[in-house]
């Protein structure tokens, strides 16, 4: 029964992420299971490996849209796929958590010490999935929380932070169920995140500078046509009609993938575009596969940001998604699904270090679809941006929680950077975000539509984006400290001296 509950607690976890936003149901998840942990007699690897596979079987259903709908695999083979992804997510991010758990045997030890334990190994969790084998930074419990006070915290100490904080306090509440009375330990961490995010409420990290109107273009291509080959020019044909009352604007954003050929191919409408943007004194930046090589040696493809008329540069997109740009199990998967031979399913990465794009007002820091939940990557990138651009397609993952979600990934990046956003889709969610983190200009998914609006360029920088995750790092230095003092304060009780 408590392996069941750990499973229904995961999938309940997700229900604080958008679009549901019911962040007390992820605190009590995150509260239940460090209950859990401390239960006599539980497995806690297993009770977290079900944790997590609750959590991502809810949290990253969306990957079967993509795989099923769009990537033609029959039911069976692609729920079996979505299975095995979901289960090895769980293995690698939750396990973690539960053999950090373990090492230090909950069941023996102080309740305050099992909480400091529990919320210094969810952020080595967290921090783990933003790297290993590429990472998976999605469903980070700061995202859930954007709606409280505790946001104030983010640029400070970034989404990781953030969520130290949240599942700090969750585990808190916990722990006073679990002893039964409210000690000042456990109601000071209980209460610490939140007078701390109250706190910062009031302090103003970056202040107001120019304004630029922007132009973004959301061209609602059918996704089971787009890459048909006597679709290409018609679909650049749709953009520039949509853009066409637009070139007052100072920046122009076209989706990932709004040019279906390669720049090779599609020279004279990438001329022509950049022409007209250079009479009307305006930057353009668009979405293009890119290829390099030879049929003799091979093609490496890219998904690129080409930047036009009174932009500069390109970039090419580094962080690949599983099933999407890169196959996992690439030798049995190739040939078996129609969508894995496509040329974007075999995608290489760009460089790390790759330059900014420049715009005619300052750079800005890029992050093509997927890219935007990797919270250094973007933090690299922002160092000397004026602006930040996110370009996707979400229409892989058709009306499910995927595009939501991913919104609500970017919203939390400007909150971390004290810079303004702008989001182009395909289909949706296509918005411009200002420094606090706010939708302040959106259109409806699924149209064919441009979303015209203001951006303001922040001055100045949050402590995260100048000193990034190192405070984290020193507050998992500072925990271990605290977890070796209580362990020697511990009488055979299980009580702490006074």
Known sequence: MRYILALVLGAIY???????????????????????????????LLAAWLFGLGKYAVGASW???????????????????????????????????GWLIKLQKPQQNPVLLNVTVFATAWMVMDWV?????????????????????LLASAPVVGVIGMSFLVVLSSAGLAGMVLQRRVGKGLVAVFLLPWLLGWGLEFMQWVKPGQRQAVALVQGNLDQSRKWLREEAKPNVQKHIDLTEPHWDADLIVWPEAAITMFPQQAQGILAKLASRAIKTDTNVVLGIPGVQGSAEEGYSYQNLALGLG???GRYAKQHLVPFGEYVPLEGLLRGLIEFFDLPMSSSSPGRMNQPNIRLSFGEVAMAICYEVAYPASMRRHAQTATLLMTISNDTWFGASIGPLQHMQIARMRAVENGRWLVRATNNGVTAIVDHLGTITAQIPQFEASVLRGWVVLMQGRTPYSVVGHWPIFGVVVICLAMIVGLRRRKLPNGALTP
């Open 14 to 44: 997700c229900l604080g992420f958008a679009p549901f936003d019911y962040w007390p149901v992820t605190f009590v998840a995150i509260a239940g299971l460090f209950w859990l942990f401390n239960q006599v007699g539980i497995n806690v």
């Open 63 to 97: 990957i079967y849209v993509s795989i099923h709908v769009y990537g033609g695999a029959p039911p069976i083979l692609a729920g079996f796929l979505v299975v095995l992804f979901v289960a090895g997510l769980a293995l690698l991010f939750s396990l973690p958590l």
């Open 129 to 149: 999935s933003t790297w290993l084998l590429t990472g998976f930074p999605w469903l980070l419990p700061g995202y859930a929380f954007m709606n409280t006070t």
């Open 310 to 312: 009174l932009a500069r």
